[in-house]
C-alpha cells in the first residue's frame, strides 16, 4: 500500500536553532514530492517541492528539503528555527505512477513549536 | 492577488439539513479539490475535477455531491449533514496537464458545525 510517514507528531526547537521535520515514504515509482504548512484555522501553504534534479530543494521562508531515494526519505529542514515556524507541517507525495488521477497521499502531519 | 476563496469560512447547520460550501479561484487552475480536514489531522480527499471530468474517491459517501458550473466556481454540497461530518473543508486548486503535476493552492477552509 502507498503511504505516507510522519513519524513525529510533535517537534520542539529553541529559536535559532536548526530544525528537522521528518518525512518517509512508501509508493511507486519515482513519486513528486511536497512539503505543505497550515497556520491553524487556515489552508494549507505550499512550502517547496522535489520533481527531479538537485537532491536538495530550497523553498518558502528559509526551508529546504533533502530527497534521499536510498532511504525513500524528504525531511524538511531549516538552518535556524523561528517562533513564526510554529504550525502544522504535512508531507505529501503523488506517486508519478498513479492510476488515481491527481491524488496526493498526505501524511499525519507533525506540529513544530519553536519557543523563544 | 490571484487564490482561492472559500464562502462562508464558518457555516452551521442543524443535522440533516442540507448544506453547500462554496470555493472560486482566480488562479485558472484546471483542477479542483475538495477534501474534509478533522481536528489537524492529514486532509481527506473527498473528489476533484479534472476540467470538467469529476472524480470520486472511492470511499467518499453519497451524501456528499459536487458541482464544477466553470473553470472559476466548485460548489461541495452536503445532502444530509451528520454528527460527524462536522469538520473542517478545504478546497484546493492546481494547474496540472497530462502526466505534470504542480503544487496545490489552498483556500483558507470552511469549518463546519453539524447541531
Known amino acids: 500500500a502507498q503511504s505516507v510517514a510522519q513519524p513525529e507528531d510533535q517537534v520542539n526547537v529553541a529559536e535559532g536553532n536548526p530544525l528537522t521535520v521528518k518525512c518517509t515514504y512508501s509508493?511507486?515509482?519515482?513519486?513528486?514530492l511536497f512539503w505543505y504548512v497550515q497556520y491553524p484555522n487556515r489552508g494549507l501553504q505550499f512550502l517547496l517541492k522535489y520533481i527531479t534534479g538537485d537532491n536538495l530543494v530550497k523553498g518558502s521562508y528559509g526551508f529546504e528539503a533533502e530527497f534521499n531515494k536510498s532511504q525513500t526519505s524528504f525531511h524538511l529542514k531549516k538552518p535556524s528555527a523561528l517562533v513564526s515556524d510554529s504550525a502544522l507541517y504535512f508531507c505529501?507525495?503523488?506517486?508519478?505512477?498513479?492510476?488515481?488521477?491527481?491524488?496526493?497521499?498526505f501524511g499525519a502531519g507533525t506540529r513544530l513549536f519553536v519557543k523563544a | 492577488d490571484a487564490m482561492v476563496i472559500q464562502n462562508p469560512r464558518y457555516q452551521v447547520t442543524q443535522f440533516g439539513k442540507p448544506v453547500t460550501l462554496s470555493c472560486s479561484q482566480t488562479l485558472n487552475h484546471n483542477v479542483m479539490y475538495w477534501y474534509q480536514q478533522k481536528s489537524s489531522q492529514a486532509p481527506k480527499l473527498l473528489f476533484h475535477y479534472y476540467d470538467k471530468d469529476f472524480n470520486n474517491e472511492a470511499d467518499t459517501p453519497d451524501n456528499f455531491q459536487s458541482r464544477r458550473p466553470n473553470t472559476s466556481f466548485c460548489f461541495l454540497d452536503i445532502r444530509s449533514p451528520g454528527l460527524g461530518d462536522a469538520a473542517m473543508y478545504l478546497c484546493?486548486?492546481?494547474?496540472?496537464?497530462?502526466?505534470?503535476?504542480?503544487?496545490?493552492?489552498f483556500g483558507p477552509g470552511t469549518r463546519l458545525t453539524v447541531l
Open positions: 505529501a507525495v503523488r506517486p508519478l505512477l498513479s492510476t488515481g488521477g491527481f491524488k496526493t497521499i
Open positions: 509508493v511507486s515509482g519515482n513519486p513528486y
Open positions: 484546493a486548486t492546481s494547474r496540472s496537464r497530462g502526466s505534470s503535476y504542480n503544487e496545490q493552492f
